[in-house]
């Protein structure tokens, strides 16, 4: 099955700083959504793109979504200890709710 | 606010000792589904239902059941567990199209 693919796996940086992680794709998607997993914890929903939108903004969060190129990044401005955490994109290829998950992108943000 | 209810939240079990994992929402939402968490591989769907008595296969179906009698409930039931089915489960919930999931905690199981 399709699934997103993060890039890069693990990011560590110092609090302050701004987090991007890249999200690839490989067919036509009906959303791709963002979402952030503390350790051991179920998934919390950050942001979800349409396929005809191209940047989404939600608080310290930019998303944007590149489907010429199957692609979407997410930013974290002015990262906080907090934002530690492991983050997944999901493609809705489907378009019926079904979410194929990439295997996520472990961020450490060091105060 | 949507609640995602998930039980237990751990068990250790031996091979072969059916067992039932539920799942329960606040929402009245149609659609559910379950999935699995293991290390290098993210998250994986197991089973979905868009409604009562309507359910379907993910991607990693083989060696579960659910069922779907009620909207509120979609329980995971793992017939002859095996420890290639030890894991972290999540149920999540969605009210429709273009819609967020919402997710439970988690579960836990260990098969010895």
Redesign the interface.
């Known amino acids: 099955s399709q699934q997103g693919e993060e890039d890069p796996q693990a990011l560590s940086i110092q609090e302050g700083e701004n987090a991007t992680m890249n999200c690839s794709y490989k067919t036509s998607i009906n959303n791709l959504q963002w979402y952030r997993q503390n350790s051991g914890r179920g998934l919390v929903h950050l942001i979800l793109i349409r396929s005809n939108e191209r940047e989404k903004h939600s608080g310290r969060l930019r998303v944007t979504l590149d489907t010429s190129k199957k692609s979407s990044s997410l930013l974290i401005t002015a990262s906080r200890a907090a934002d530690t955490a492991s983050y997944f994109c999901a493609t809705d290829y489907y378009g019926n709710n079904r979410l194929a998950f990439g295997k996520g992108n472990q961020v450490v943000v060091i105060p | 606010e949507a609640q ?1 209810t998930q039980n237990p939240r751990y068990l250790i079990t031996v091979t072969g000792k059916k067992l039932t994992v539920t799942c329960s929402q606040n929402m009245n939402h149609e ?1 559910m ?1 379950w ?1 699995r968490q293991d290390p ?6 197991i089973y ?1 239902s ?1 409604n009562v008595e309507v359910t379907d296969k ?2 990693v179906p083989e060696g579960y059941k659910v069922s779907r009698k009620e909207k509120r409930n979609f329980p995971l039931i793992l017939e002859s567990p095996s420890p290639n089915q030890t894991s ?1 489960y ?1 149920c ?1 919930i ?1 009210g ?11 579960t ?1 199981l260990s098969i010895l």
Do not use: E
């Open positions: 995602v659609y589904s999935y290098g591989l993210g998250l994986r769907q979905y868009m993910g991607d972290l999540f999540a969605t429709g199209i273009d819609q967020p999931q919402h997710f439970g905690d988690g836990r």
